[in-house]
């Protein structure tokens, strides 16, 4: 092995890649379950999940053993050609979600941009001049450049001009703000059922039947950005089942391939047969490796006792949160969704993430001022009673 330890990795990280992250002087080496490791021999309990990715965990075996078999088949051919995995995701996903058919591609932001496509397409081939769309206060939807002038928060998007034209922005569960916001010129609205980057906010259930009708009344096409949320991340298999509204467009990323990169946008066959040959790409998309390890990942999560068990320890971990906001002032919100949880401070967070990780355990904080949770859907009682325990010894020393 060529390093050592975790500072040999950092140094030849700082060397030779690109410096587009503010990186912790960790480097992790190896995964199981809810357990990493480091190079330099230390285990940490993961609750950042490879930012909602690893939903199964760390090398699930059900995972894992899909990729090896299909890495001994065929890695990737062109989608000049039908790939049988890819069509065996497809069905298994419109058995399962609202759309009845996907694109595929590598990543969220990819499978946003191709949302975005795909709604003004829709009203080209109409003849209609509607191409505004509409995206709400604190969302992230990527950061390609449609993505990113979907993502309706300036700090992703200074240095960046000129954004592209046709976004605007309305307040977060803001029914008023966005009547007002839509025209004839709005071809979509495009929201995050619960916002991830955006402090784990999430849409009231009311606003959000009203929007769909909205857009029902309005012509408008509704697009759901699921790129966190789905996947069993909120306790059921996608956000929307939450709130009794189906989409036109949904977007899929993240947890789709059980910590394999893969992408999808789905839609309806009203609006997907906007998208004919030539009309969009991706070269990687639904390869065949990605394709298994997702058809692997999709038949563990989305089994029932999976679902109850993130609405259990969802709510565990709600409850234990919130007696310690009891104790520390400092915890101003704690809210979530399933194993999507945020614990909002009046300060900065940043030294209770340093100080858990010192202590063995990963977290995440957002906003500068909001911890965030998203643990492997497989976390048990125990794992959340430690991590709890390092919050509290954590708030004792810098937040209370």
């Known amino acids: 092995m060529k390093f050592r330890n975790n500072n040999e990795v950092a140094q030849a990280t700082k060397k030779h890649v690109a410096e587009t992250y503010g990186r912790y002087p960790i480097a992790l080496v190896r995964g199981e379950g809810t357990e990493v490791w480091d190079r330099s021999g230390n285990r940490y309990l993961d609750f950042v999940a490879g930012l909602a990715v690893n939903n199964l965990g760390h090398c699930h075996p059900a995972v894992v053993k899909a990729i090896r078999l299909q890495a001994g088949q065929l890695i990737h051919v062109s989608n000049l050609y039908h790939i049988e995995p890819q069509s065996l995701l497809a069905e298994e ?3 399962k979600c609202f759309a009845d058919k996907f694109f595929f591609c590598n990543s969220g932001t990819e499978a946003n941009e191709a949302a975005i496509k795909l709604a003004r397409k829709y009203f080209y081939d109409r003849g209609e001049k509607r191409r505004e769309i509409i995206t709400l206060s604190q969302s992230f939807h990527g950061r390609t450049m449609a993505s ?19 976004f605007k922005y309305v307040e977060f569960n803001n029914l008023r703000a966005l009547k007002k916001a839509m025209s004839t010129k709005t071809c979509a ?27 029902r009344k309005t012509g408008a096409l509704l697009i759901f ?63 065949p490796l990605a394709c298994a390890a ?20 969802g709510n565990y971990f709600i409850k234990k949160l919130n007696a310690l906001a009891k104790k520390y002032p400092v915890i101003v919100n704690v809210r979530g969704m399933g194993l999507m ?13 340093d100080d858990c990780m010192k202590q063995g355990f990963l977290i995440n904080c957002i906003q500068g001022n909001t911890l965030r949770f998203i643990p492997p859907l497989t976390v048990t009682q125990k794992q959340i009673n ?3 325990g390092a919050l509290d010894h954590s708030f004792e020393r810098y937040g209370s």
């Open 93 to 95: 996903l419109t058995r």
């Open 148 to 166: 990113l002038s979907a993502t309706a928060q300036k700090k992703f998007q200074k240095g960046f001009a000129p954004l592209l034209p046709g």
């Open 294 to 313: 997702a058809l692997a990942s999709l038949k563990v999560v989305s089994q029932k006792r999976t679902l109850n068990h993130v609405k259990s320890m």
């Open 189 to 215: 609205v495009l929201i995050e059922p619960v916002q991830g980057e955006g402090g784990v906010n999430i849409a009231d259930k009311a606003y959000m039947k009203a929007v769909k009708q909205l857009c």
């Open 225 to 287: 950005d699921e790129v966190q949320t789905a996947f069993g991340r909120t306790g059921t298999l996608f956000a929307y089942e939450h709130f009794g509204v189906k989409p036109d467009i949904i977007t899929l990323a993240k947890a789709l391939g059980g910590g394999f990169p893969i992408g999808a946008m789905g839609a309806t066959s009203k609006v997907m047969q906007s998208f004919v040959p030539g009309t969009h790409a991706a070269t990687f998309g639904g390869n």
């Open 341 to 353: 949880v945020a614990a909002e401070l009046s300060g900065p967070g940043a030294k209770i993430v």
């Open 386 to 388: 430690q991590v709890i």
